[in-house]
């Protein structure tokens, strides 16, 4: 698809007018904004900024998938995860914050990488963006888990994590978006 994005910037952009901080804690960072719309007329746009983050879809050499099962607190369950990980620092380069995340997460290490694109998990109300990997020529380590994480390492048959994507069963986005791309790309 092909769009004509500047005139596209001149029709839909938002102006902000003035911000408000609501919130500043450790990962998140709430903003309260008033913007112009395109018609002359106001709005409240309430913002999440956040630092960024990374995640990876590790393939074995046949075609299992290093997962994750974790407890989220907002969810008030375990859910089935690829590993996954936010910056330390905004300009922390992103394929090092992801090796770093899949070697204290799982143990694991590799060889190749393949940048799979960026994510915007909701961009309704969030600057956050996860940039996706596919890890490949996988070494399994000693995992270095952060004091607060629990988490159980399963290896998953692509092609099962397909159809758990397809049946609705992967309820997490990230997830589904790289087992999609990876089972493109890998022709499963």
């Known amino acids: 698809m092909q769009f004509d994005e500047s005139s596209e910037l ?6 902000q ?3 408000e901080d609501i919130f500043d804690g450790v990962i998140l960072h709430v903003k309260r904004d008033m913007v112009s719309l395109s018609n002359g007329s106001t709005a409240v746009r309430e913002v999440i900024r956040h630092i960024g983050a990374v995640c990876v879809i590790p393939v074995t050499e046949d075609n299992r998938v290093i997962m994750e099962r974790q407890f989220r607190y907002p969810l008030n369950r375990v859910i089935l995860e690829i590993p996954a990980g936010k910056l330390d620092a905004p300009d922390e380069d992103r394929l090092s914050a992801i090796r770093r995340e899949l070697r204290e997460e799982t143990g694991y290490s590799a060889d190749e990488w393949t940048e799979l694109g960026d994510f915007h998990p909701a961009p309704a109300y969030s600057d956050e963006y996860i940039t996706m990997y596919m890890a490949r020529g996988l070494h399994k380590g000693e995992r270095d888990l952060d004091d607060d994480e629990f988490l159980d390492v ?16 992967i309820s997490d986005a990230k997830t589904q978006v790289c087992v999609l791309k990876a089972a493109r790309i890998l022709g499963i």
């Open 154 to 169: 399963y290896a998953i048959p692509l092609a099962d994590l397909v159809k758990d994507v397809m049946e609705g069963r």
């Open 10 to 15: 001149k029709r839909l952009a938002e102006t």
């Open 17 to 19: 007018a003035s911000t």
